[in-house]
């Protein structure tokens, strides 16, 4: 691997989006809340070579830790997509939630590049993006996500979106906790199913300009 650890924390992160294509993030710490302002936009339709060349992209620059495949291809599936980017970056990866049992299949690749269980508990390779769309509650398919990567040392990062006026307050700060209960709802089921599994707090709150904060 690139880095001896894993760092999920303030820095640039280099996120692929089937909506924008590709997305420059740049995050700011700023009273300590970090915030991400939008550099580039590419509207297009994305195939497995774009995937790939994003990677080698992202592998370059010194300045990015964390790489984010968001990238939906039409007619691949999440392990054929971890592997185009697993190829051709070392980084670590912040991957969008997929089937449980495809995320048993990654996380064996993932392990077999570590050396192992134990070697990826200690420096896990991926961490989990589990995006909620209802403030305030969890599905059964997010509970189950939840329970197996606290189980097998995977960090999680669960993203409530909360859309003011709609699926939450009018005001900021509404949504904010409101967010934030979502957020530490998660936070809760994985601590029980084993205490200190990584864990990505994030809120995404979504209206005519998105907000996103993560800690």
Same mark, same amino acid.
């Given at each position: 691997?690139?880095?001896?650890?894993?760092?999920?924390?303030?820095?640039?992160?280099?996120?692929?989006?089937?909506?924008?294509?590709?997305?420059?993030?740049?995050?700011?710490?700023?009273?300590?809340?970090?915030?991400?302002?939008?550099?580039?936009?590419?509207?297009?339709?994305c195939k &497995?070579e774009d995937?790939?060349?994003? #990677?080698?992209?992202?592998?370059?620059?010194?300045?990015?830790? !964390? /790489?984010? $495949?968001?990238?939906?291809?039409?007619?691949?599936?999440?392990?054929?997509?971890?592997?185009?980017?697993?190829?051709?970056?070392?980084?670590?990866?912040?991957?969008?939630?997929?089937?449980?049992?495809?995320?048993?299949?990654?996380?064996?690749?993932?392990?077999?590049?570590?050396?192992?269980?134990?070697?990826?508990?200690?420096?896990?390779?991926?961490?989990?993006?589990?995006?909620?769309?209802?403030?305030?509650?969890?599905?059964?398919?997010? &509970?189950?996500?939840?329970?197996?990567? #606290?189980?097998?040392?995977?960090?999680?990062?669960?993203?409530? !979106? /909360?859309? $003011?006026?709609?699926?939450?307050?009018?005001?900021?700060?509404?949504?904010?906790?409101?967010?934030?209960?979502?957020?530490?709802?998660?936070?809760?089921?994985?601590?029980?199913?084993?205490?200190?599994s990584p864990?990505?707090?994030?809120?995404?709150?979504?209206?005519?300009?998105?907000?996103?904060?993560?800690?």
């Amino acid at each position: 691997m690139v880095n001896n650890t894993i760092h999920f924390d303030y820095g640039d992160i280099l996120q692929l989006s089937s909506v924008f294509g590709i997305i420059w993030l740049h995050f700011e710490n700023i009273f300590g809340l970090c915030f991400g302002v939008i550099f580039h936009q590419l509207h297009k339709s994305c195939k &497995i070579e774009d995937v790939e060349r994003a #990677a080698k992209v992202a592998e370059t620059l010194e300045n990015l830790s !964390v /790489v984010s $495949p968001l990238v939906a291809v039409e007619g691949l599936s999440s392990v054929e997509h971890y592997k185009a980017v697993r190829r051709n970056t070392k980084k670590p990866l912040l991957i969008k939630c997929p089937a449980i049992d495809e995320l048993i299949e990654i996380l064996g690749m993932a392990q077999g590049l570590s050396g192992g269980h134990q070697e990826f508990a200690i420096n896990p390779s991926f961490a989990v993006y589990i995006q909620s769309e209802r403030p305030l509650e969890l599905t059964d398919k997010d &509970i189950k996500i939840l329970k197996f990567c #606290a189980e097998n040392g995977i960090p999680v990062s669960y993203m409530p !979106v /909360v859309c $003011p006026g709609e699926t939450g307050p009018d005001s900021l700060a509404g949504c904010f906790v409101l967010g934030t209960a979502t957020a530490l709802a998660a936070l809760t089921v994985q601590q029980l199913v084993k205490r200190g599994s990584p864990y990505i707090h994030g809120i995404n709150i979504s209206s005519r300009s998105s907000i996103a904060y993560w800690e």
